[in-house]
């Protein structure tokens, strides 16, 4: 059997930025089983697949090299990306039905944008900051708060950017219940916010940009800094820069992508 497949570096005005997702199109769905065999040997944060179900309307799926996953936004802007510039190019909108519900991506002369659900977080009540820094090799974080994502704040950018990796976060973030860590703090330069994502139980030790932690981002740091619109970087060694709008119940996300490599596999 062959397959398509299309990586494109999402929030990336240029390849070799931003993030990486292998975008695979079906007719049909294969077995989950070979799905994440083909997203482990691809070894990206994400890989995707999806079927068309109606004109503009696909199933998607999105799977880490170890584990299927509940929401990825890069991997939805890169498979709007792919459908837009190479499958369906008259196609001004893709809506996706997905396990976090239909996620919609519109085309726009400035870039792709993407509404997501946004994921409200809230004091988180645990003695760990000082278990938290220590496993990240970083000064203890001034607050916490969960969602899906456990997110830890810092006062200064530098702080979050300085941070080594993810070092023995692994364990911390097992013991108190999460697979994802959010580090952030208010942005430096021309951003309001700057972050980075930490994920090493999907076999993802740093996410270089992370749609999904950005629905926790947006509605947070627009509350805080009487914002609706941030510009938002993501401090990974790649990096990334995100346009986000904070629209009550949905996190409206914009940015380029830039395609790496097309080929095909044979399984």
């Not at 400035?110 to 946004?118: L, T």
Request: glycine share 10%.
């Amino acid at each position: 059997m062959k397959l398509k497949i299309w990586q494109v570096d999402a929030f990336a005005s240029k390849p070799l930025e931003g993030n990486p997702a292998a975008i695979v199109p079906l007719e049909s769905w294969l077995d989950a089983g070979l799905m994440q065999r083909i997203a482990g040997e691809n070894n990206l944060a994400e890989t995707a697949f999806f079927v068309k179900t109606g004109p503009g309307r696909y199933d998607l799926r999105w799977f880490t090299p170890n584990a299927e996953v509940d929401l990825c936004g890069h991997a939805t802007l890169a498979s709007a990306w792919v459908l837009f510039n190479r499958l369906d190019t008259a196609l001004n909108e893709a809506r996706f039905m997905t396990r976090s519900g239909e996620l919609v991506v519109e085309r726009r002369a400035d870039g792709n944008v993407m509404s997501m659900p946004s994921n409200i977080v809230t004091p988180y009540s645990g003695d760990v900051a000082a278990k938290i820094g220590a496993a990240l090799g970083s000064p203890p974080p001034r607050e916490l708060h969960s969602g899906t994502y456990l997110m830890a704040v810092w006062d200064q950018a530098t702080i979050v950017r300085a941070i080594p990796g993810p070092g023995g976060i692994e364990p911390v973030l097992k013991e108190l219940g999460f697979w994802g860590l959010i580090a952030t703090a208010p942005g430096d330069g021309d951003y309001d916010c700057v972050s980075r994502f930490f994920a090493p139980a999907k076999a993802v030790p740093e996410d270089p940009v992370t749609g999904s932690a950005h629905c926790a981002l947006t509605p947070f740091w627009a509350k805080r800094l009487s914002k609706k619109t941030l510009k938002a970087r993501q401090a990974s060694a790649r990096g990334g820069d995100l346009l986000c709008t904070d629209d009550g119940s949905r996190t409206i996300i914009q940015g380029d992508c830039a395609l790496y490599l097309t080929g095909e596999i044979e399984v």
